[in-house]
């Protein structure tokens, strides 16, 4: 076989110089040789040798701008890149770190609430209190410990330990900062605790007496390794650093990957935000090189967001980008070394040898063309999904990237998943195809062709699918047993590239497809695995960002209940309260001495204890009517078998506005009976039935008209003693005659009335169930 020369010439691609080789063939060279011995007029070849050799100087001026112009060009691609990526990291963990310091806000401010009315030697004796602050630490992660200072900066109370050790912070910046009203909450520097020896920071929020003067402080301790736990799965370039910095001191609370508390850059970053006070961009100089910076304002704290990039990591990236290009400057020197060499070779073949170089620089440009549109459109589908956190977008822009990347006619994206009868595959994204090949499309099957991508993580290209031995003979085609199913697109060359994420696991695979066998080589090859590598990396960034949001959605909704249940708690306490205050008052006048008062007003306040006992110890705030008559009723009915009381009628659930007032009148109800009625005697029985009543005829209004409300329902209970000693008639109605008509018809809006005969007293009560 015969071989050619290889030579070098200039041509003008897309208005740029470059050196590309030109092949001669057997003919040229054979023109070449003889012109080679013939005579030439000397004057004309210096003329050209001098003409060429000028030429080639201007050659390798050009090659060297060119190449300057690209390394300056990719110098500010990866400055713009590198700007992108710390500004979008910043603004990210910005938004984290505002979510941890609001909610670490709202701990604070429920740890102050858990004062209440009490004083600070009150708080401090509180076992209860101690508790609170446990459950309230124990809810959020990153707080190590809550702490209760008094005004003069003693500990009163901490979740550390019970009862609270002596320390005193009147010292702390966290303390001092509380001193000033209006402060808000105020974070500190990085400390190690006297009393836990950990390295925490502080913030804290001042309390107020009631008349809005200074009571004392309300301290958190935040670990900064949560911090650093969540920056590990952030998706950080090379030589990024991540740190949270205080305003007031410049100092460093938290930083990722090392652990630093000095900030090396104080007058770069002051004068930033001199600048900016929110956010923006800088650089500075450290002990490790040049850097550069961004930085962002967390809410409105004096808090900030740091991300850092190295001079020297973009110094990497630009040198390997440059390294991908140097072999065409190496190459264009060498071709003007040869060409200043054979100068006196080209002669009389110099026009033949211009057309041949003219044909194979337009086919070399028309391939370097392509490629630059490829690597173009490479580049901006990175751009795209980097800054994408939707996977549904990512997908998209994927499939139709990788698709028009490779020259497929057909590209998909099946997404992983499992089933009850093992891994299964799902289409998510068809292009190329109408909705009919959609609808027909079927999930690839666990063969030898299919599998290796899914389940191994392999590479799979095939020229001709159906001349495949993996594939050819083993699905159910035409009638003759092979081909395509029926419907199916008709695919010949096939290449499928898994995706796969940071931690291993296959988030699924691009598969792509044509009509005409051998169209897929190295390159396209190439080209969908950068496309997969950068979907994983958008993928997981997406789950990440995903995972995120319902971290903070969840965390609104327990706040949102969480205002919910201190609301209803108030409302219950001034409920008490009044309860309280009512059974006070009419307990001080039926009684006549300080001993009879205790007694019975202790026992009226037991009786309204277990009944909002039995309530709290529902989830549903509700009691049920028989647990409420047993709590009252079982001490009096000790003996085996249990005869002296029955309780019989179906299960009722009261709410909480109902059971509260029906407990008191079973207790006064149970106390008279026990002093006066049947459970004063031995012989003496007592039965409580109830049964559930509802009205069928809904009630009538003002107007006439009969509303459209469900019927009522109402409980109608009996109370019967006997066995008894004969009741007395009583003089005037006494205590539990007014409490039965406060509770039963004023609370209750019920009904009830009472007999004295000779067996004993019997007592009728009707009241409503409310829902």
């Known amino acids: 076989m015969e071989t050619a020369d290889t030579l070098c010439g200039i041509a003008l691609v897309n208005g740029e110089r470059v050196w590309r080789p030109v092949l001669l063939d057997r003919e040229d060279k054979i023109a070449q040789r003889a012109s080679a011995g013939a005579d030439r007029p000397v004057q004309s070849s210096s003329r050209f040798a001098r003409a060429l050799g000028i030429f080639s100087i201007c050659g390798l001026c050009c090659v060297l701008f060119l190449t300057g112009l690209f390394a300056r060009v990719s110098w500010l691609q990866i400055v713009d890149r590198t700007q992108s990526e710390t500004a979008n990291t910043a603004f990210f963990v910005s938004e984290h770190a505002e979510q941890i310091f609001k909610v670490a806000d709202l701990a604070l401010g429920k740890a102050a609430a858990t004062l209440g009315e009490r004083t600070w030697d009150e708080a401090q004796g509180s076992r209860q209190l101690f508790e609170r602050l446990r459950a309230i630490r124990d809810d959020i992660p990153y707080i190590t410990d809550l702490w209760l200072l008094d005004a003069a900066g003693d500990l009163r109370q901490t979740s550390f330990a019970f009862p609270a050790p002596k320390s ?304 050819g003979g083993k699905i159910v085609g035409d009638a003759a047993g092979g081909g395509m199913p029926a419907g199916h697109l008709p695919v010949r060359s096939y290449l499928a590239v898994p995706v796969v994420s940071r931690s291993g696991e296959v988030h699924g695979a691009i598969l792509l497809g044509h009509p005409e066998t051998g169209q897929f080589r190295e390159r396209q090859e190439q080209l969908a695995v950068g496309v997969a590598a950068q979907a994983a990396v958008a993928l997981d960034n997406a789950r990440l960002y995903e995972a995120a949001q319902t971290e903070i959605e969840g965390r609104k909704r327990a706040e949102e209940r969480q205002k919910l249940l201190i609301r209803e708690l108030n409302h219950r306490v001034k409920n008490v309260l009044a309860t309280v205050k009512a059974v006070l008052r009419l307990t001080g006048r039926s009684t006549d001495s300080v001993k009879d008062f205790v007694e019975i007003f202790s026992a009226r306040i037991n009786s309204l204890a277990m009944t909002h006992t039995t309530l709290t110890d529902s989830v549903r705030q509700t009691a049920d009517l028989r647990t409420i008559l047993r709590n009252e009723l079982a001490p009096y009915d000790e003996l085996e078998p249990r005869q002296r009381i029955s309780l019989e009628g179906p299960a009722v659930t009261l709410s909480s506005e109902t059971a509260v007032p029906f407990g008191m009148a079973v207790h006064e109800l149970t106390t008279n009976a026990v002093k006066h009625g049947a459970l004063s005697a031995p012989a003496g029985r007592l039965s409580v039935e109830w049964r559930i009543l509802a009205d069928p005829t809904p009630a009538a209004g003002a107007d006439g008209q009969t509303s459209d409300e469900r019927p009522s329902r109402h409980v109608q209970l009996t109370w019967i003693e006997s066995g008894g000693p004969p009741p007395e008639p009583a003089a005037q109605p006494g205590f539990g005659t007014e409490l039965l008509d406060r509770v039963v018809r004023m609370q209750l809006q019920g009904e009830y009335d009472t007999s004295r005969g000779v067996e004993g007293l019997r007592l009728s009560m009707r009241i409503p169930l409310t829902a």
Do not use: C
């Open 168 to 471: 005193h912070a009147g010292d702390r910046s966290a303390f001092k900062a509380q001193v000033q009203q209006g402060r808000g909450l105020f974070v500190g520097e990085v400390t190690i605790g006297r009393v836990s020896g950990l390295e925490t920071f502080m913030v804290s929020r001042r309390i107020d007496d009631a008349a809005g003067g200074f009571e004392g402080v309300a301290i958190a301790t935040v670990n900064i390794d949560y911090f650093n736990d969540f920056w590990t799965r952030l998706t950080l370039a090379p030589g990024m650093r991540v740190s949270l910095v205080r305003k007031d001191d410049m100092s460093i609370l938290a930083s990722y990957p090392t652990r630093s508390q000095l900030l090396n850059d104080v007058a770069s970053f002051s004068a930033a935000l001199v600048r900016n006070p929110q956010h923006g961009l800088y650089s500075f100089h450290s002990s490790d090189g040049d850097r550069f910076g961004s930085y962002r304002r967390v809410a409105s704290l004096p808090i900030f967001i740091r991300v850092t990039q190295s001079q020297s990591a973009m110094m990497n990236d630009w040198v390997e980008a440059m390294l991908a290009y140097a072999p065409f400057s190496v190459i264009g020197l060498v071709a003007l070394g040869v060409l200043t060499v054979f100068a006196r070779r080209l002669g009389r073949s110099e026009e033949r040898s211009r057309r041949a170089l003219n044909e194979a620089v337009a086919a070399r440009t028309a391939e370097l063309a392509e490629q630059t549109r490829l690597l173009d459109k490479l580049n901006a589908t990175g751009r795209l999904i980097a800054a994408e956190l939707d996977g549904e977008a990512v997908v998209n822009a994927v499939v139709g990237a990788a698709r028009d990347l490779s020259g497929a006619a057909y590209g998909a994206f099946f997404y992983l998943k499992t089933g009850p009868g093992g891994e299964r595959l799902r289409l998510h994204v068809l292009s190329g195809a109408s909705a009919a090949d959609f609808a027909a499309l079927a999930d690839p099957r666990d063969t030898e062709i299919f599998a290796p991508t899914f389940n191994q993580r392999k590479i799979v290209r095939s020229d001709d699918i159906l001349r495949d031995p993996r594939y």
